[in-house]
C-alpha cells in the first residue's frame, strides 16, 4: 500500500529563516507521481509542484526549492528567507491510480 | 475566471438528515473527486468520477452517495448513515490525459459541514 509519512506535525521558524520541510514516502510502483500542496488558513488546497519517478532534478521556485532522492524514498520542501505569508499547513502526496494519498500534514507558523 | 466552486462554504445538519454538497468546475476537467479532512489529518478520498454518469468509490465511500450528470458538476450527498460526518469537504478536478495518477488535482475552497 501507498503511503505518505511527514513527521513534523508543526514548525515554528523567525521571519526570514529558512525552513525544510520532510515527507517519505512508500510504494512499490516504478511509476508514480508525487506532489505539494498548501493549505492557507481560508482551506483551500494550493498547487505547488508536481514531479515524476523518473526526474530526480531538485527543482527551485523563487523561495521554494524541492530535493527528490529516491535513494531515500524522500521529496523534500525549502522556503528560503521565510515570510509570515508562507504560514500554512503543508501536505505532500503520493499518487496511487487515480487517487492521491497525502501525508498528514506539516503546520508551519512563520513568528514575524 | 476559470475554477472550483463549492457551496455552501459551512453547513449544519441535524442528526438524521442527508445534505448535498455541491461543487461545479469551468476547467473543463474530466475528472472530479471528493476528499474528507480531519482535524490534524491528511486528505481521504470519497469518490471520484472520470467521466458523466460514471464513478468509483474511494477508500471511505461507506454513508455517502454522489452523481455525475454533467461534466461540470459532481455533488455529494452526505446521507445519515455516516457516522461521524461533521469534517472539511474538499472537491476537485484534474484532466485525464496524462494518464493514471499524472493530473494535478486542483481544489476548491471547500465546505465545512458540521451535525449538531
Known amino acids: 500500500a501507498q503511503k505518505v509519512t511527514q513527521a513534523q506535525t508543526e514548525i515554528s521558524v523567525v521571519e526570514k529563516e529558512d525552513v525544510t520541510l520532510d515527507c517519505v514516502y512508500e510504494?512499490?510502483?516504478?511509476?508514480?507521481?508525487l506532489f505539494w500542496y498548501k493549505q492557507p488558513p481560508s482551506g483551500e488546497l494550493v498547487f505547488l509542484i508536481r514531479?515524476?519517478?523518473?526526474?530526480?532534478q531538485n527543482e527551485i521556485s523563487g523561495r521554494y526549492s524541492w530535493n527528490f532522492q529516491k535513494s531515500t524514498s524522500s521529496f523534500n520542501f525549502t522556503i528560503t528567507a521565510s515570510q509570515v505569508v508562507d504560514s500554512a499547513v503543508y501536505f505532500c502526496?503520493?499518487?496511487?491510480?487515480?487517487?492521491?494519498?497525502f501525508g498528514t500534514g506539516t503546520r508551519l507558523t512563520i513568528i514575524p | 475566471d476559470g475554477g472550483i466552486t463549492q457551496s455552501p462554504k459551512y453547513l449544519f445538519r441535524k442528526e438524521g438528515q442527508n445534505v448535498t454538497l455541491s461543487c461545479e468546475q469551468n476547467?473543463?476537467?474530466?475528472?472530479m473527486y471528493w476528499y474528507r479532512q480531519d482535524p490534524g489529518q491528511g486528505l481521504r478520498l470519497i469518490y471520484y468520477?472520470?467521466?458523466?454518469?460514471?464513478?468509483q468509490k474511494g477508500d471511505i465511500a461507506e454513508g455517502y452517495s454522489v452523481s455525475r450528470e454533467k461534466k461540470e458538476s459532481f455533488p455529494l450527498t452526505v446521507t445519515s448513515a455516516q457516522k461521524n460526518p461533521t469534517a472539511f469537504y474538499l472537491c476537485?478536478?484534474?484532466?485525464?490525459?496524462?494518464?493514471?495518477?499524472?493530473?494535478?488535482?486542483?481544489f476548491g475552497p471547500g465546505t465545512r459541514l458540521t451535525v449538531l
Open positions: 476537485a478536478s484534474s484532466t485525464i490525459a496524462g494518464g493514471q495518477g499524472s493530473d494535478t488535482q486542483y
Open positions: 510504494t512499490r510502483d516504478t511509476t508514480y507521481y
Open positions: 514531479r515524476n519517478s523518473f526526474d530526480e
Open positions: 502526496a503520493l499518487s496511487d491510480g487515480w487517487k492521491l494519498t
Open positions: 476547467l473543463n476537467h474530466d475528472a
Open positions: 468520477s472520470q467521466i458523466v454518469n460514471d464513478f
